[in-house]
């Protein structure tokens, strides 16, 4: 049950495991056409990626000094009482390895068993300190992140911890799994975070922040609440878990005809000072019927390949390799 593989679109293709260490050494994208068709767009890699760093920070008296590193849950709330607490989580490092120009899209996803929300959202953050997950603890002895420290130790600049306020991504909930559990996926798009210099840097480094709406608009009993599992809600499967998605970018494929004799293959998007590998098949359903035409040093983001007809009516399926 995993509400986001629901939304994507059919020509998109999402790996079937998470990865928790290092990019992937090539992704290849390809287009099933016949050689005089028309343009179509190259199908996008989706690679999952765990958050294994997270905890929160609780303002409410008798909390603020305490840690919640090995808490199953990333509480984001306001109560009644005006007392807040904020979800913190760290960027995995292999998001690194994707530069700016290498991403099409970034997401964070977190799934709530029970959303309180109403009708507030939760935004995200780049924080511009770095915290420390902590094991827990009170007062003198927490190992890591309180409302007022930052490692048990440190303090905040200010206290419930240090972000950049004037960037944010809100984040969008998703439908409602079970009724009878209000339980959904909230997502936040950090593309745009991650291909702006300085947001990029204090996602990578910092980590991230997530607030609820309108804390200073306390509810009138109770309180409007997101407890999101947290990475280290192991009971649950894995894609319940935080995770973040991209989807590098890469090359958008044409094939034209350029003669009566001859195809061409244009390559638009193309990675600079790559090599890419042209693929060829009768076959795309097989992983082994896949024949190297032609492989080329790409300098710029457009090239383009040619090659003679295979012959009337022949269906033939072109694909690039991407090499590091």
């Known amino acids: 049950m995993n509400t986001i593989d629901r939304q994507k679109p059919l020509l998109r293709i999402k790996l079937p495991h998470f990865r928790t260490a290092a990019k992937p050494r090539r992704w290849a994208h390809w287009l099933a056409a016949a050689w005089f068709a028309g343009a179509l767009p190259a199908l996008a890699l989706e690679t999952g990626i765990l958050i294994t760093k997270d905890t929160y920070l609780d303002s409410r008296a008798g909390s603020q000094e305490s840690n919640y590193g090995l808490n199953n849950a990333v509480r984001v709330l306001v109560n009644s009482d005006s007392s807040v607490t904020r979800g913190l989580f760290g960027i995995p490092e292999e998001l690194r390895a994707y530069g700016p120009g290498e991403l099409l899209e970034a997401k964070v996803y977190f799934y709530v068993f029970q959303d309180n929300t109403k009708t507030r959202d939760i935004r995200l953050y780049p924080l511009t300190n770095s915290f420390v997950e902590g094991s827990g603890g009170r007062?003198?002895?927490?190992?890591?992140a309180t409302w007022f420290t930052r490692d048990g130790t440190?303090?905040?600049?200010?206290?419930?911890g240090d972000f950049d306020a004037d960037h944010f991504v809100v984040g969008v909930k998703g439908p409602i799994l079970d009724v009878n559990l209000n339980d959904r996926f909230f997502s936040w798009d950090i593309t745009a975070l991650l291909t702006n210099a300085l947001t990029r840097a204090n996602l990578l480094t910092h980590g991230a922040i997530l607030i609820i709406d309108g804390e200073d608009r306390p509810p009138a009993t109770s309180s409007d609440?997101?407890?999101?599992?947290?990475?280290?809600?192991?009971?649950?499967?894995?894609?319940?878990?935080?995770?973040?998605?991209?989807?590098?970018?890469?090359?958008?494929l044409s094939v034209v005809k350029s003669g009566p004799d001859a195809v061409r293959l244009d390559i638009a998007h193309a990675l600079p000072s790559r090599l890419?590998?042209?693929?060829?098949s009768f076959d795309p359903t097989s992983p082994t019927n896949w024949t190297e035409a032609a492989t080329l040093l790409v300098s710029g983001t457009e090239t383009n390949w040619t090659e003679a007809?295979?012959?009337a009516g022949t269906n033939v399926f072109y694909r690039v390799v991407v090499e590091p």
């Open 139 to 144: 007062a003198e002895l927490a190992t890591g």
């Open 154 to 160: 440190n303090h905040w600049a200010t206290a419930g």
């Open 225 to 252: 609440r997101a407890p999101f599992t947290s990475s280290e809600s192991l009971d649950n499967p894995v894609e319940f878990r935080p995770r973040i998605t991209v989807t590098p970018r890469g090359p958008v």
């Open 276 to 280: 890419h590998r042209i693929e060829r």
């Open 309 to 311: 007809a295979l012959g």
